[in-house]
């Protein structure tokens, strides 16, 4: 019964058009008058208290620093550095959509910032090399979903404090999944594209290359920077955000002077803005958590799937299939901050590692952002480039399978996740 009516209320505030923020609180207050709880002193402490946290300070640094980069100049510049390496090839635009989501990937965290870069500089250049307009925003949406896997990663940094994991070796265990997804990715285009008559580019020379090298190596030194002081402890997660903000900050105000100073006003507030939205999400989000576990819902849960704790793999397919279905009607925050105080009960018990479920988890969510009906990626690639939202959802199945594809090759074979974190550690 108490399942239900959670559920219940939350499905039905949703449906009845109210924003997710206010429907996670109101499924909590129904969850409070069912369990004769109700009081309004801890209805609001605990949606303060769940975005109090230090770790989640990272998130808006993150947020500032893919503006910057996308202001600043940084994103053109990674994606000139790989229209210079594949530009040339057949198909090569395809090819410097998903490098260039990669490299984006490792700058901001962001899947609807990358999304919005990559559809604003090379949808119209896909288009008149003679692509087809659907497929491009497809596989521009597609890409842009790298962006929460390879660190650093938003959405790893909101599952590692909901589920209490090390973000840090979330981050590290990212990097051989997000590179897998991109060469997935670049094996569906090079199949959905392979009898299409295109003008392609000329070839760059060594010298165009090296120079777009030379003028890109500043944005990719950040990365590389995040990574090293993560791994050796330099600095925290929530830190490597102020460094990431603060280093971006310098390049485009000074190195490459892209950044006027009556600029950074509209850039505080575009990032304010998107942060506002996820911390409110994550507090309300709290809220429900809390009474989550007062109700002891993870436990019914367990009870209600312990048939398959003694399968990891096809306790995981089932995890992964119920993560696929909501995510074609739910964000990717929410969904984390909803699904995670449920499952991850349910993973210690079945003994699954739990950096591995995260990985898995979050990889599935990034998809979801494709997943009509309610993809945001989709819609940010349909609203910035011009076109309808069944031309981009028509545009991006293939993509989106092969998406899904190497994610169950993932629960199939752990190892593709667990050895690279344990050769890194």
């Given at each position: 019964m108490t399942v239900f009516i959670f559920l219940a209320s939350l499905l039905g505030a949703m449906a009845l058009g109210i924003p997710i923020a206010y429907a996670l609180l109101a499924s909590g207050v129904a969850l409070m008058w069912h369990l004769n709880l109700f009081d309004a002193q801890i209805l609001a402490q605990n949606f303060i208290n769940g975005a109090d946290s230090f770790p989640l300070l990272a998130v808006p640094f993150f947020m500032l620093a893919g503006e910057i980069m996308n202001v600043g100049g940084l994103s053109q510049r990674i994606v000139n550095f790989a229209m210079a390496l594949v530009g040339h090839v057949k198909g090569g635009l395809g090819y410097v959509v998903i490098l260039a989501g990669c490299l984006l990937a490792a700058l901001s965290g962001s899947a609807v910032a990358d999304a919005a870069a990559l559809t604003a500089l090379l949808l119209p250049m896909m288009v008149k090399a003679g692509h087809k307009k659907e497929v491009s925003g497809g596989l521009i949406a597609a890409s842009g979903v790298i962006g929460p896997i390879i660190p650093p990663s938003i959405g790893f940094i909101i599952f590692g404090v909901s589920a209490n994991v090390s973000i840090t070796k979330l981050f590290i265990a990212g990097i051989v999944p997000g590179i897998m997804i991109g060469?997935?990715?670049?094996?569906?285009?090079?199949?959905?594209?392979r009898r299409e008559v295109l003008?392609?580019?000329?070839?760059?020379?060594?010298?165009?290359?090296?120079?777009?090298?030379?003028?890109?190596?500043?944005?990719?030194?950040?990365?590389?920077?995040?990574?090293?002081?993560?791994?050796?402890?330099?600095?925290?997660?929530?830190?490597?955000?102020?460094?990431?903000?603060?280093?971006?900050?310098?390049?485009?105000?000074?190195?490459?002077?892209?950044?006027?100073?009556?600029?950074?006003?509209?850039?505080?507030?575009?990032?304010?803005?998107?942060?506002?939205?996820?911390?409110?999400?994550?507090?309300?989000?709290?809220?429900?958590?809390?009474?989550?576990?007062?109700?002891?819902?993870?436990?019914?849960?367990?009870?209600?799937?312990?048939?398959?704790?003694?399968?990891?793999?096809?306790?995981?397919?089932?995890?992964?299939?119920?993560?696929?279905?909501?995510?074609?009607?739910?964000?990717?925050?929410?969904?984390?901050?909803?699904?995670?105080?449920?499952?991850?009960?349910?993973?210690?018990?079945?003994?699954?590692?739990?950096?591995?479920?995260?990985?898995?988890?979050?990889?599935?969510?990034?998809?979801?952002?494709?997943?009509?009906?309610?993809?945001?990626?989709?819609?940010?690639?349909?609203?910035?480039?011009?076109?309808?939202?069944?031309?981009?959802?028509?545009?991006?199945?293939?993509?989106?399978?092969?998406?899904?594809?190497?994610?169950?090759?993932m629960i199939f074979f752990p190892q593709t996740v667990l050895a690279p974190l344990r050769w890194f550690y």
């Open positions: 060469l997935s990715l670049a094996l569906t285009w090079w199949w959905v594209g003008v392609l580019p000329a070839r760059k020379t060594r010298a165009e290359i090296w120079t777009a090298a030379r003028e890109a190596l500043w944005a990719l030194m950040l990365p590389v920077f995040i990574l090293a002081g993560l791994r050796t402890g330099v600095f925290t997660p929530t830190e490597a955000a102020v460094v990431a903000a603060v280093y971006a900050l310098f390049v485009a105000a000074v190195v490459y002077r892209e950044l006027p100073m009556k600029a950074l006003s509209g850039v505080f507030i575009a990032a304010a803005r998107t942060t506002a939205v996820v911390m409110f999400l994550v507090a309300a989000a709290m809220v429900s958590a809390w009474l989550i576990t007062v109700a002891n819902l993870p436990t019914q849960v367990v009870e209600m799937l312990r048939p398959l704790l003694d399968n990891q793999t096809l306790l995981l397919v089932a995890i992964m299939v119920l993560v696929m279905l909501v995510g074609t009607a739910m964000d990717m925050t929410p969904t984390i901050l909803i699904m995670t105080p449920v499952l991850m009960p349910l993973v210690k018990a079945a003994g699954i590692d739990p950096v591995y479920f995260g990985v898995l988890f979050i990889i599935n969510n990034a998809i979801g952002l494709v997943t009509p009906p309610v993809g945001t990626v989709l819609s940010v690639v349909a609203g910035v480039g011009r076109m309808k939202m069944d031309e981009v959802t028509r545009g991006v199945w293939p993509f989106m399978v092969a998406q899904f594809g190497i994610m169950f090759v």
